[in-house]
């Protein structure tokens, strides 16, 4: 079942929605044939809430991704709750960042920077600074805290947190993906960039968007790209936000045609050329079309 697991947790930073929405049913079906497990008999009991949480963290970050917001808060819970029985530390930071998204993906942006903090100073406490995966998940709880300040308007709050998580990037001294976090010094500048676009910062976005993020799981990649391409449209440089809009497209066309930035960026591009972009034939209507941005 821990394979299984991860194996859908690839399937998931590779952009691969469609296999990870088929495979969830069974996986939380076994995860709660686990749980039942771990309470009923002694043994291996910390190894079944310890996958049972990692496959409910792997629900409520999709479920987020692609709009099912409420649920994704119970499977976050759930995760929540199986972390706290696995006793593991990491276990649990993992879990609290799910529990991030799916406050954040409600609109829930205090309750997110609350558990982000709360999160972030427990493990802080728990690990020691040469763990690299202590490092990695306590950076991303910073990052996913810094967002929640940032789409509150809190911009103080939000560079603290980033400036946190920079320095852990900077004692990692790499990309690396320990706990499928893709935590890094590349991570931490993508923050950056979406939380300048949160705080209105369009500017700053356009002007430092061109990066190379191919090195990079394709998750993070196209989540990138689609905000670096709501900046540019934002800027009035729609033929090259539609470039981007199409880079990110082929590079997993699920995370782009379930995402909502993506449908509200090619709704703009259409008014900003209404003869070409409103007409059927053309490429950004076809988009839309593929992305239900437009019936």
Same mark, same amino acid.
């Given at each position: 079942m821990a394979v299984r ?63 099912? @917001?409420?649920?994704?808060?119970? =499977? ?35 309750? =997110? ?10 493990? @802080? ?19 996913? =805290? ?6 509150h308007q809190d911009r103080p709050t939000a ?25 890094? +010094? ?42 670096? =391409?709501?900046?540019? @449209? ?39 050329? +209404? ?21």
């Open positions: 697991v991860e194996q859908a947790w690839s399937d998931y930073q590779g952009g691969r929605l469609g296999s990870v929405i088929a495979a969830l049913p069974a996986l939380l079906q076994t995860a709660q044939e686990l749980e039942d497990r771990a309470v009923r008999q002694g043994d291996e009991r910390s190894d079944c809430w310890a996958v049972s949480a990692r496959t409910h963290h792997l629900a409520a970050t999709t479920l987020a991704k692609i709009g099912e @917001s409420d649920i994704s808060w119970l =499977a976050a819970e759930r995760a929540m709750r199986a972390a706290d029985e696995s006793d593991d530390p990491l276990v649990l930071a993992s879990a609290a960042r799910s529990g991030t998204h799916a406050l954040l993906a409600n609109g829930r942006y205090d309750d =997110a920077l609350e558990l982000g903090n709360t999160a972030a100073a427990w493990l @802080s406490a728990q690990v020691t600074d040469s763990d690299p995966a202590a490092l990695s998940l306590l950076g991303m709880i910073h990052l996913r =805290a810094a967002v929640a300040a940032a789409r560079t603290s947190l980033l400036g946190r998580a920079q320095e852990l990037a900077d004692d990692l001294r790499a990309d690396e993906n320990h706990w499928q976090t893709g935590f890094g +010094p590349t991570n931490v500048l993508l923050h950056r960039l979406s939380i300048e676009l949160d705080l209105d910062n369009v500017s700053y976005v356009v002007e430092h968007g061109r990066i190379n993020v191919d090195h990079m799981p394709q998750e993070r990649s196209v989540s990138h790209r689609i905000d670096f =391409a709501r900046a540019l @449209s934002l800027a009035g440089q729609g033929d090259e936000a539609f470039a981007e809009l199409r880079t990110a497209e082929r590079t997993s066309p699920q995370l782009v045609r379930n995402n909502p930035r993506v449908r509200e960026t090619l709704r703009d591009l259409i008014k900003q050329s +209404p003869v070409t972009g409103g007409s059927r034939s053309s490429e950004v209507f076809a988009m839309a079309q593929r992305c239900r941005a437009v019936q």
